[in-house]
């Protein structure tokens, strides 16, 4: 029980918060915690304050508005109708890539069209109206021009990826638009593209625009919603608003994509921050082996942990997005030289099969009834299902990790990466920023930047922790599947979403159906380093059996 209740409070702080509202004896992703000192305990959490996550103080942005968004779009949006987007409705909601490329290839969509019907609806439902979900926070003022250009060159050897309008995370830099990580001290940030955002590009892919995201990626404010930021507002599910939780860090990534405002979205986690909000809002989230996807231009938590990775509406779309993304960028320290060519992950998925694969299935997941019901579908598919018990170990210093990789590499980003008209240097400068007004910077305070600065902690404690806590990690996931002779493991949602953190193991979560109140949740495959094709072929299958995923009503 005792290691139950630390791993919990771990995911609390880097994932998405509890919700209150269900019943289940299964332990939950994460709660609404407030850091309120660094301790050297085994969780690294000295006093916890729950708080519904539906006591917003923010709803909309104090710091951004609707009209400011759209003024660089709405005259290049004045020939679009909503006779066009009634239209062309059925063509593009709920497709996946291949589909909306057959769509262009028959004549009865443009690039153009797709962006324009986009951008259309993220302005017609996102903000400012009872509908509301508050997850774009930018779009690119020359994406119709853009797609344009696409439309003129496209020919019969493009990737899949080319002309889909992508929703970056707005912790991604990308020319054009500011990078804020939602914060104001970032209001002004433009910054030229992340290499993950040049891998799109070189292939044809549009941006649309950015993500609203658990501002700092919910390493910040301790006491506040998953889902909130400073210039982007608060989030809501579209399952539930006000009802489920968002998931974070990633909220607006998996909100957007679920709710057909982009073709897919580009989302960051350190510690189930892609695997959370694609769970919370029945979408697909890959988070890849560390090193496999660049972090360059991306503001980070920690070096040690942090990946970017898509959320996307199905296995398929994911695999495609993986595809034109990975590769080895020079500038990261931990990017990996993988030798495989383009289509190496969606090469051969649709022939994909499970008969034979052993997966672990812990024993006290098995009172869900959801994750029953997806072991079932998975055996009917000539799985084999194990269940195991969870080896007794523990996250030590998780949390002074984060500390310690933020305190050093932020400033890394701001002197490297960032705009340098913006004038801040580290964490205590952003901290500094926010008393000038503290009620439209951090109503919600800044008690994990205050952890940041008040952690002592040397290069040489933070490499025994990098030490111990990866050690950790892979022994949690190696000695199960070595002596079981698994193939891989099977959680919910990002409930071991620390554990395939530290051990730098890849992790994909697929829809898997919604409690009796509505409430999305995800089945999530665990695998061993760079085993994301097996991944993706594994979930390709368990969701074409299941057919789990429904959309959001509007």
């Known amino acids: 029980m005792r290691f139950t209740l630390i791993f919990i409070l771990f995911l609390s702080i880097v994932s998405c918060k509890k919700d209150k509202q269900s019943k289940s004896t299964i332990p939950q992703e994460s709660q609404t915690d407030e850091v309120t000192s660094n301790s050297d305990d085994t969780s690294g959490v000295k006093a916890i304050s729950t708080k519904d996550f539906t006591e917003f103080k923010v709803l909309d942005s104090k710091n951004l508005t609707k009209a400011e968004i759209w003024d660089s779009v709405n005259k290049q949006l004045d020939d679009f109708t909503e006779e066009d987007y009634q239209r062309l409705m059925p063509i593009v909601v709920e497709q996946d890539i291949l589909s909306l490329q057959e769509h262009v290839k028959d004549g009865s969509l443009k690039y153009e069209d797709l962006t324009k019907f986009y951008l259309y609806r993220i302005r017609k439902y996102d903000r400012e109206n009872p509908k509301s979900l508050n997850s774009v926070i930018a779009v690119n003022p020359n994406v119709i021009d853009q797609a344009k250009k696409l439309d003129q060159q496209k020919n019969e050897k493009t990737h899949p990826i080319y002309g889909m309008p992508i929703l970056l995370k707005d912790n991604i830099n990308a020319s054009g638009m500011a990078t804020t990580a939602g914060a104001v001290a970032l209001k002004d940030n433009y910054v030229d593209d992340a290499f993950i955002v040049k891998q799109l590009k070189s292939k044809g892919a549009l941006i649309l625009g950015k993500a609203n995201l658990s ?148 024993k006290r997941l098995l009172e869900d009834t959801l994750y029953l019901n997806a072991l079932e579908v998975l055996k009917n598919q000539g799985a084999e299902i194990v269940e195991i018990d969870e080896e007794k170990l523990g996250l030590p210093n998780f949390l002074r990790l984060l500390n310690l990789d933020m305190k050093k590499d932020l400033p890394t980003y701001l002197e490297n990466y960032a705009n340098k008209d913006i004038g801040l240097m580290s964490v205590a400068d952003v901290m500094e920023y926010n008393l000038q007004d503290s009620i439209a910077t951090m109503p919600y305070g800044q008690s994990l930047f205050k952890g940041i600065v008040e952690d002592q902690g040397d290069s040489l404690f933070l490499e025994r922790i990098k030490d111990t806590l990866n050690t950790n990690g892979k022994q949690y996931f190696d000695i199960p599947m070595r002596n079981h002779k698994l193939d891989g493991f099977l959680s919910i949602n990002n409930y071991h979403a620390g554990f395939a953190a530290v051990a730098e193991y890849p992790a994909i979560t697929v829809p898997m159906g919604y409690t009796k109140e509505g409430k999305p949740k995800g089945l999530t495959f665990i695998a061993k380093r760079l085993q994301e094709k097996m991944l993706l072929e594994w979930a390709y299958v368990y969701e074409q059996a299941s057919k789990a995923r429904k959309a959001p009503k509007l």
């Open 215 to 362: 501002e700092w990626a919910y390493f910040f404010c301790g006491d506040c919603p998953s889902g909130y930021s400073a210039i982007g507002g608060q989030t809501l599910n579209p399952y539930g608003r006000r009802v489920f939780d968002t998931g974070g860090s990633s909220s607006g990534s998996g909100v957007s994509v679920s709710a057909n405002f982009a073709a897919a979205t580009l989302g960051s986690e350190t510690s189930g921050s892609i695997l959370s909000p694609a769970s919370q809002n029945s979408a697909v989230g890959l988070k890849p082996t560390i090193g496999l996807v660049s972090r360059s231009g991306i503001v980070p938590i920690s070096s040690t942990l942090d990946t970017a990775g898509p959320i996307t509406r199905t296995v398929m779309d994911n695999a495609i997005v993986l595809d034109a993304i990975f590769g080895e960028d020079k500038s990261d320290s931990k990017s990996i030289y993988a030798l495989w060519d383009l289509g190496f992950y969606t090469n051969d998925i649709k022939e994909a099969s499970i008969v034979g694969k052993r997966f672990g299935a812990p």
